[in-house]
């Protein structure tokens, strides 16, 4: 940083904090009418939802909730989600939002981890909460969530023992009167644990200011860019990913600064989500490929093709296949994708077509469609070498994707060593694999800890998977690197056969190189040996377990007899 | 501000300051063969316009710009003056936006008064440098502006002695390399002078952060809120206010940022801006109130409907009549209303038609868009009493309009007391008298100055002329407050009668009581005396002189013959 010439300030001059609160506030500005929607069971406009923001505020504080202060909230994607985004932060105490995809086990290290003093659990998680109860080192006042109060309002009428009361009830009554301080707005915000594969889960978390510049990052992407077109006054919002996983994406707060209607679907029904998204009008979601697959291919599609027609979906999570791009398409649904991680707040890069795209038909648009998206406003982003030096952004080229840009975690929650590893040379290393096209598409190849290094290339393991699926009777594959003396790391192949083929070594290598000779694949992406098996190594998510077929099949693989 | 709880930040994270060169950055993003035109002499894309920001960058470095100094801009509207908006205040370096509009004496002090280090000067103000020149203290360098080089590239053979250089010729052959540093997001990047009706100019001046977030509140407003919709696909931007006022009320930062097709007509000259608006399809501007009414009144209108009626237009400066705003909305234009001033960046409020208000027939349309906008996001205003204590937002209460908000001067550049008066009680105080309704419209009243203070009422004195306007027989009023022992002020009038007509105080007086008779004023507007004048007395620029009929004339009125 250079030295310069700040402006000077006069004594009693005023400049506001970029704060959670000022988004709060615009909520309530222009378009109080406007409503958001919980499930079949709830639905209030803006000047509703203020009160009960401010309510939840005088609740927390009532519960001895003080700035800095951490609140947990075990919930699907509802209304209350929203208010403790707001109410919580605004306060100045920090909202952890549970990961419940977690174990019992590993939502027990958070909750004592992030010093949870008090957790808003939805009945659904009281089991977990039982049988971790007894180990919860810092909390001292509960709250039940439950839907049941909106059918019955008596359906509440006790509360396991310990607790404080549930939500509504406590909410009802508390006066609608509190008002938000200002703070610094560096002051954290929100908190949220992730897993690797290794180690306990990592807490990332970000700040008033950082999620203040994701929602204006956001906004200038898809109001001023209209890369994802989203307008306040047309636009019917519903999160389809979860509001514990780095906010829904941002979209909720953006969705409530600019108070357009938004509709919260709770523990994800299909057939409850599909009526939300009719009756209720919803034109812009985002989701993870298996929901939008399975609404593409439910026999009800084609009848709601109207509304679906209407619908705008963001893919995040797992890359969007061209064939499901195609069916939604077809469907008139327009399907986009982002890409980011539970570090960047998340969004890091989201499809843009831009004035030379835009029209083309629809088929040649999936090309650009199924990529990681465009780089987002304010993101800087390059691809590093293993030896620090940065790629070209030619679109062909691989490394590692860094980034830097306003709202990503500063660190890891008391985790010194893994968040140093993180910013290793001042850039936040995402462990993706990609190349970068001079226009800004993010092309994502692979995980760094897959991509193979042979002879100074990088060679993709999603790749090689992908050329040797397109071979027949090939069922599944997986290629991994392992050391050699020449040239670093070279690739080898599992390949689990389709019933009733006998394919051997040196057939697929003979395919392969007929792609070599085509130009179609490079000479050093063919594997060296190649072993033919039964099953794939998988992990407990279903992913090829690529560091356990390294190190537990490597004498097994380099022992297979090839020609 | 409270204490609270901030993030965490390992050792090499890094949260970028917000800087003017983000915006610049995105420019060339997703859309870079967007153009930018200069009147029917230049046009460019945006590759060539990031070019030539950097080759101005290194053609300031080489005539000794370093940070802190301060460059002043002597230029009509014009590319030249974007990459000035970019390139200066990118270096670190200081943009004086040069009030042209001052006399000489006035521009002289300001340039002293700014340290100046270089001076940019198109080739229409050079008498005026001439006149002051000998008396300049801190400039060392002078670049001459001159539109003949687009014409004829040998025109500009000479440059005037004691020049450097001319624009164009300097830029050509610089490198186009040059790397903008990060630095503090507080750093001073523009200033401004502007005048009271009493002592020197004023200069104010802003940040990066403050640029940067004039721009975000400016994106979410017109992008997200679409309260005057701005579609960087769509919209062709041309400014037709100075870029010298307050950067062309922040549109040009906008535009650039979002890469959206702008036009830039330079010396306003109506033909040629009637032509670029046809040629460029320019479809959104801001202007004054008398710009507006020339071209709604040239007999070419009704010729060009067709693409006036895709244009929106922004009034400032001077408030917007109904009939104005008839006759424009007749044609198809889309007529809106900015507020705000020098001081503030300047946006504070913009017409903003909400569901219930947006598709009512256009006639009833006309009494929003003639208010003087709705609050902006991220602004916050109060109606603040003579006592410091706040009036309601009832759309009735007057108060003085206060501000907050993260873009505001904070201060007059060495000018401390101006400054204090200026931020007094921590808030911004405009000098203007409004009310504002319950759902955030601001109504302008008066200035603090010209109010009437009665009996703990304030009385407007432009709703009073307003008033005696309507009255048969008169041809212009004014009104003053005059002390008064028992009710503090009370008002006074001053009427030019109508060739023809021999009006009496009783006869107006007798007139106004019909109208308090029926509850359309209130009984304390009625003014006390009337005093018939060939003419009223008025400032240099025409607005009626208020000061000087209580100064001068206060003893005429106050033995005013009246019943």
New interface residues.
Partial sequence: ??????????????????LIK?MLA?SL???P??EIVYRDLFRMNYVTFNQRVRQLANVLTGLGVQ??DTVAMFDWDSHRYLECFFAVTSM?A?LHTVNIRLSPAQILYTVNHAQDKVILIHDDFLPILTAIKDQITTVDKYVLISDKVYVDLNAIGEVPAGFSGEYEALLKGTSAEYEF????E???ATTFYTTGTTGNPKGV???HR?LF?HT?GL??YV?????VPF???TDVYMPITPMFHVHAWGFPF?AT??SAKQVYAGRYDPELVLKLLLQEGVTFSHCVPTILNMLVNSPAAQKFKAQLSKWKVIIGGSALTKGLAKGALDLGIQVYQGYGMSETAPIMSLT?L???ERDLPIDDQIEFRTRAG??A??I?MRLMNDDGTFAPHDGHALGEIVA???W?T??Y?ED?ER??D???????HTGDVASITP??WVLISDRTKDVIKTGGEWVSSLDMEDALSQLEGVAESAVVGLPDERWGERPHALIVQKPGYELTADGIKTELQTKVDRGDLHKWYVPDRILFVSEIPKTSVGKIDKKRIRSEMKEQILGAVNA
Avoid at 422 to 428: A, I, P, R, V
């Fill in positions: 940083m250079i030295q310069t010439k700040l402006i000077p300030r006069t004594a009693e001059a005023h400049e506001p904090p970029m000022n615009q500005r222009y378009e009418q406007r700035p800095g100045g920090v301080p200002d703070f610094d560096n002051t954290w978390y970000f700040s950082q510049m204006m906004a200038s109001c001023g860019y209209q890369a307008s306040a006054m953006l600064m600019l843009y831009n004035d030379l465009r780089i406003p304010f800087e830097r840009g306003p990503l500063q660190g929650y010194p968040g140093a993180l910013w290793k040379g001042g850039w936040l226009d800004n």
